[in-house]
């Protein structure tokens, strides 16, 4: 996918987070977050990259 996905996701464990993205990221995307913990772990799940 090209460009921005803007979505809210309740709530904000990994293992919520990560299904939404998988189907709307390619593996080699960047990920911007509000720097919560939990994107570590997503980014891991998902081999993309966080900032």
Request: net charge positive.
């Amino acid at each position: 996918m090209k460009g921005t996905l803007s979505t809210r996701i309740q709530p904000r464990k990994a293992a919520d987070i990560a299904p939404v993205l998988a189907s709307k990221i390619v593996p080699d995307a960047v990920l911007i977050s509000d720097s919560a913990k939990t994107y570590r772990n997503v980014v891991k799940s998902l081999n993309v990259s966080l900032i």
